[in-house]
C-alpha cells in the first residue's frame, strides 16, 4: 500500500474541524487544527485527539496538564486555516478567552475543557487522552473537513423526497440466500 492511496482512503471519511488549545509554561497560548477528535468514553467522560508530531505545539500540547477542544462551525474556515499554519501569530483577534487557564473559542461550536489523563505515542502522531471537565455547547452546524477539503453540512434531510422510495429504508440487509448486499466488512 502506497501513502497516497492511504490519505485518499482516509480523505473518504468525513470528520469535524477542532483547534485544541493549552497554554505553555511560560504561560502563552499555543493551539493547533486537528481533524482527529472522538469522544471515548460518557463514564468518566474521556475524548482523544490526535496532533501531529511535526506540529510545533505538539510536545506543548503533549505536556500539558489542561487542554481545550474547540469544535468549529463553518465560518471559523479560516481560523482552521491559521492554526494548520506554521509561523503565524494564531490568536490575534480572534476572540478565544481564558477558562481554567486555557484558551477556550467561545463562538466554537461546542468547546470542552479537559485534563490530561493518558498518551500514547502513534506514528507520526499522539495519541492524547482527556477526561472532560467542562462542556460549553453552541447551537450551529459544524465545520467539516472531507476529500481534503473544509465543506458544510446539508440542511437536507436524508429522507426521500415525498412520492419517491427510499431505496435503503425497506430493503433487507441480507438476501434470502443469507448473503449480505451491504458489501461491508
Given at each position: 500500500m502506497d501513502t497516497d492511496s492511504f490519505r485518499r482512503a482516509m480523505g473518504s471519511f468525513p470528520s469535524g474541524v477542532t483547534i485544541a488549545t493549552t497554554t505553555d509554561p511560560a504561560g502563552q497560548p499555543c493551539g493547533i487544527t486537528v481533524s482527529a477528535f472522538c469522544s471515548v468514553s460518557l463514564s468518566p467522560p474521556l475524548v482523544l485527539f490526535c496532533p501531529a508530531v511535526s506540529a510545533r505545539s505538539h510536545d506543548v500540547l503533549r505536556?500539558?496538564?489542561?487542554?481545550?477542544?474547540?469544535?468549529?462551525?463553518?465560518?471559523?474556515?479560516?481560523?482552521?486555516m491559521r492554526f494548520a499554519t506554521a509561523g503565524t501569530d494564531k490568536f490575534a483577534r480572534a476572540g478565544f478567552r481564558a477558562e481554567g487557564g486555557v484558551p477556550v473559542l467561545p463562538s466554537a461550536l461546542v468547546s470542552v475543557v479537559c485534563r490530561a489523563s493518558d498518551r500514547y505515542d502513534a506514528g507520526d502522531h499522539s495519541i492524547l487522552v482527556g477526561e472532560v471537565e467542562s462542556v460549553h455547547v453552541n447551537d450551529g452546524q459544524p465545520l467539516v473537513y472531507f476529500d481534503r477539503e473544509f465543506r458544510e453540512l446539508s440542511p437536507a434531510p436524508l429522507l426521500a423526497p415525498p412520492g419517491r422510495?427510499?431505496?435503503?429504508?425497506?430493503?433487507?440487509?441480507?438476501?434470502?440466500?443469507?448473503?449480505?448486499?451491504?458489501?461491508?466488512?
Open positions: 505536556d500539558a496538564e489542561r487542554y481545550a477542544i474547540n469544535v468549529l462551525r463553518p465560518e471559523h474556515r479560516t481560523l482552521a422510495v427510499d431505496r435503503y429504508r425497506d430493503r433487507p440487509l441480507f438476501d434470502t440466500d443469507g448473503t449480505d448486499e451491504s458489501h461491508a466488512a
